[in-house]
């Protein structure tokens, strides 16, 4: 193996150090203003606080905006969740030419940029005479959390073995 002299590892090493602080640089003073107090751009002192957080739960548009947020999410993740099992069940069971047109259908916004297929959605409701709200919020997070959960499902399904969906159909389980 070839050995790096004094000077090249500590050229690299300045470079790494340099690297390190133009991207993780940013981060720690955001983080660092957002727990001491800062007046007129220049830090107050060096004691932290949790003032500028109480400040924001007291901004009631910005906790509405929290709150929104979260019932999004959570109802995009249970519709997602529950039909890309059932698309998983119908590509796993079918196979073949179902399969790979289920999974096309189904990847296609997950290989294009998420701002394509934001603005995609966005001029298909617009089209289709539908107002902007939650509603086609959720769905356009629905489009962009199906991919991975199908994709997690099929995986899942095709690891399963024979044994256990005979069992489970003992069980009771329909076909």
């Given amino acids: 193996p070839m050995t790096l002299s004094l000077t090249a590892r500590t050229l ?3 470079i790494t150090a340099c690297q390190l602080l133009a991207v993780y640089g940013p981060i720690i003073v955001t983080i660092a203003g957002a727990f001491l107090p800062i007046k007129g751009g220049m830090i ?3 004691t932290p606080s949790l003032d500028a957080f109480r400040s924001l739960g007291k901004d009631p548009g910005l906790v509405r905006s929290v709150m929104l947020t ?12 529950g039909l890309s099992i059932a698309l ?13 047109i289920v999974a096309f259908i189904v990847f296609i916004p997950f290989v294009m940029p ?12 617009r089209d289709l005479g ?6 086609t919020v959720t769905m356009g997070h629905v489009v962009l959390i199906l991919a991975g959960a199908y994709r997690l499902a ?7 073995g024979p044994s256990l969906i005979e069992a489970s159909l003992d069980l009771g389980a329909s076909t």
């Fill in 12 to 14: 690299l090493a300045f």
């Fill in 44 to 46: 107050q002192s060096l």
């Fill in 70 to 81: 979260l019932v999004v999410g959570a109802v995009a993740t249970m519709v997602a969740v």
């Fill in 88 to 100: 998983a069940l119908y590509a796993v069971r079918r196979g073949g030419r179902h399969a790979r």
């Fill in 114 to 125: 998420p701002m394509v297929t934001g603005l995609s959605l966005l001029i298909f409701f």
């Fill in 130 to 135: 539908i107002d902007r709200s939650l509603v």
């Fill in 154 to 160: 099929v995986t899942r399904l095709v690891d399963l």
